[in-house]
């Protein structure tokens, strides 16, 4: 049971970044993913998940108007796409699965991280 | 939103001594839904706890959880040299999923 995340990322302030994180090892649909990220010298910050079997998704207010979460069963892949970004978007990406199929919480298994940087 | 305080911010102690790192909610936040992750630089985090004092596979028994409501603990009862990381307490009570601030335990 596997979470690989896509390369670093630069982009210019306004743009828009999207990160995939590829399942493998389990049934994809099976399974909630959540984003989690953490900003240099900050914690970490839940940004939302997304059931891959009915493309349901939840986002933590703060990102609700930007954040725009995905996933293509056919490839067992999750994507995290964030819009209009700010340098303080900088940070690295984090998908996450959680321990048991059907469950939202308890995030067991984690993607090596994805780090995006934002800058003119 | 449930506000997750945690303290110390940073506990600095010797290998082979006793830490315990605490998690205060704002609200009362349901034991099945608290989670404890370890999380060191240029690693993923590290899921530790889970259901507030359920180890996770593979997760030595010097760690240990406990508590409820809006007060919850992480031990570990004779510290190792790679315990030496940062502590975030995480719940699943209500959207959004808020994580503490985090404990730095660092060596003395």
């Known amino acids: 049971e596997q979470l690989v995340q896509s390369g670093a990322e630069v982009k210019k302030p306004g743009a828009s970044v999207k990160v995939s994180c590829k399942a493998s090892?389990?049934?994809?649909?099976?399974?909630?993913m959540h984003w989690v990220r953490q900003a240099p010298g900050q914690g970490l910050e839940w940004m939302g998940w997304?059931?891959?079997?009915?493309?349901?998704?939840i986002y933590a207010p703060k990102f609700q108007d930007r954040v725009t979460l995905t996933s293509d069963t056919s490839i067992s892949t999750a994507y995290m796409e964030l819009s209009r970004l700010r340098s303080d978007d900088t940070a690295i990406y984090y998908c996450?699965?959680?321990?048991?199929?059907?469950?939202?919480?308890?995030?067991?298994?984690w993607g090596q991280g994805t780090l995006v940087t934002v800058s003119s | 939103e449930i506000v997750l305080t945690q303290s110390p911010d940073t506990l600095s102690l010797s290998p082979g001594e006793r830490a315990t790192l605490s998690c205060r909610a704002r609200?009362?936040?349901?034991?099945?839904?608290l989670a404890w992750y370890q999380h060191k630089p240029g690693q993923a985090p590290r899921l530790l706890i889970y259901g507030a004092s359920s180890r996770a596979t593979g997760i030595p028994d010097r760690f240990s959880g406990s508590g409820s409501g809006t007060d919850f603990t992480l031990t570990i009862s004779r510290l190792e040299p790679e315990d030496f990381a940062v502590y975030y307490c995480q719940q699943y009570s209500s959207s959004p999923y808020s994580f503490g601030q985090g404990t730095k335990l660092e060596i003395k």
């Open positions: 997304i059931n891959p079997n009915t493309g349901g998704t």
């Open positions: 609200q009362s936040v349901t034991s099945a839904n």
């Open positions: 090892g389990y049934t994809f649909t099976g399974y909630y």
């Open positions: 996450a699965r959680p321990l048991h199929p059907s469950a939202i919480r308890w995030a067991g298994i």
